[in-house]
């Protein structure tokens, strides 16, 4: 399975934007860039995904580079219902690999 | 629109006892996933299944057994629970094919081995 890195925490401040950035350098030309977050005491819940193009939602925004060894989570405007843990998770298209893996995600802590 | 269900949401077993934790979902989703989560950590995947009858091994299968016999339904068992089963086990569910693959978990069950 393809891994990917993330800094373990990060913090913000509460409405300013975060960028919570993801590598993914084995990253397969077939795999899928998905990212969910777990709230404290909550089952993960997704966020967004992609596979090439920047995406955007009404939850956030997803900016991959253009090589797709890495990519970007973005919130354009943090609140104190964004501190949750965030991973970022490589899926293919089908069969075994289509199995989420999670890593250890990277913390978020949102100052007011 | 329920989602993903898990059920019970929290028990408290003995060291030798056995247990089966349910996953329900109506959603219509081919793909479901049991994973555990110790404190401070990731979720770590125990077995997931690809459709109605099929189960595979994940990355922490030992000590468990899973069974898919309806769609909507998949199951965890634990045959003779041990203290480093203590967890919180969470189940989710998907759809098959791409761009639609996203995945919705349940609340989770709080499991005590003691």
Known sequence: DAKTTQP??????????VHLPCNHSTISGTDYIHWYRQLPSQGPEYVIHGLTS???NRMASLAIAEDRKSSTLILHRATLRDAAVYYCILRGLGGATNKLIFGTGTLLAVQP | ?????????FRVLKTGQSMTLLCAQDMNHEYMYWYRQDPGMGL???????GEGTTAK???PDGYNVSRLKKQN???GLESAAPSQTSVYFCASSKLN????????????RLTVV
């Open chain 1, 8 to 17: 373990n925490s990060m913090e913000s401040n509460e409405e300013e934007p």
């Open chain 1, 54 to 56: 920047n995406v955007n």
């Open chain 2, 1 to 9: 629109n329920a989602g993903v269900t898990q059920t019970p949401k």
């Open chain 2, 44 to 50: 770590r995947l125990i077995h997931y299944s690809v």
């Open chain 2, 58 to 60: 994940g990355e922490v």
């Open chain 2, 74 to 76: 998949f199951l965890l």
């Open chain 2, 98 to 109: 791409p761009p639609n693959t996203e995945a919705f978990f349940g609340q989770g069950t």
